[in-house]
Each structure stands twice: as C-alpha cells, then as structure tokens.
C-alpha cells in the first residue's frame, strides 16, 4: 500500500506541477500581452505627444514668418503712401505756383500796361500842347 501512496502521491504532485506550470504560462502570456498593449499606447502616446509638440512648433514658426512677411508688407504699404502723398502735394504746389505765376505775369501785364498808357496820353497831351504851341507860333509869325 506504501507504493501505491507514493505512486499516487507522485502523481498528484506532477499534477499540481502542471496546473503550476499552465497558470504560470498562461499569467506570463497575460502579463506579455498586457506589456505589450502598455508598449504601444505609451508609444502612440510618445507620437501623438511628438506630434503635438511639432504642431506648436509649426504653429510658432507660421506665426513668426506670417509676422514678419506682415511687418514688410505694411512697410511697403506706409512706403508707397508717403511717396504718393508726396506726389500729390507736389503736383498740388505746382499747381498753385503756376497758378501764382500766371497771375504775377496778368498783374506785371496790367501794371506794364497802365504805365504803357499813362506814358502814351502823357506823349499824346505834350504833343498835342507841342503842336497848338507851333500852331500858334506860325499863326502869330504870319499875322
């Protein structure tokens, strides 16, 4: 009977080894499994975490060039406002000059003018006593 006891006592000792060894493999199989789902999340976390980094990134980086790009254009922009509001002050003044000038050259006109006939009755009145001298000259000379 001692034999078969040990017989059997082996045998549910190699029995229980194996139910050690299957749950054994089969929590390391879970374990693996769980490992490598944790891997790949912590993974897919690293990306889209690098992804979200690299979007800042590109975000500070349009807004830095789309700043810069914007500062010259409204420079370009006060640059061409100057000169034409240069230009049309300049076409203004030039305007009002000749318009200045013109009327200088009336007034110069007028005035040359008035002396012009002011001089001329001036002539034509000394002629005219000129002449009623002569005339009466040459009468009282003939008389």
Do not use: G, P
């Amino acid at each position: 009977m001692f034999t078969a006891r040990k017989h059997y006592r082996t045998e549910v000792d190699s029995v229980i080894l194996l139910q050690s060894l299957a749950r054994k493999r089969t929590s390391y199989l879970s374990y693996q499994a769980l490992r490598s789902s944790i891997i790949v999340l912590q993974s897919r976390q690293r990306y889209f975490k690098t992804i979200s980094l690299v979007i800042r990134i590109q975000r500070a980086y349009r807004r830095y060039s789309e700043s810069k790009k914007y500062c010259h254009i409204r420079l370009c922009a006060i640059v061409i406002q100057t000169h034409f509001r240069l230009w049309h002050a300049m076409q203004v003044y030039r305007a009002k000059q000749q318009a200045a000038i013109k009327l200088q050259a009336q007034w110069r006109r007028f005035a040359a003018e008035e002396t012009f006939w002011f001089f001329y009755n001036s002539a034509v009145i000394v002629q005219t006593f000129t002449r009623q001298f002569l005339a009466q000259k040459k009468y009282y000379s003939t008389r």
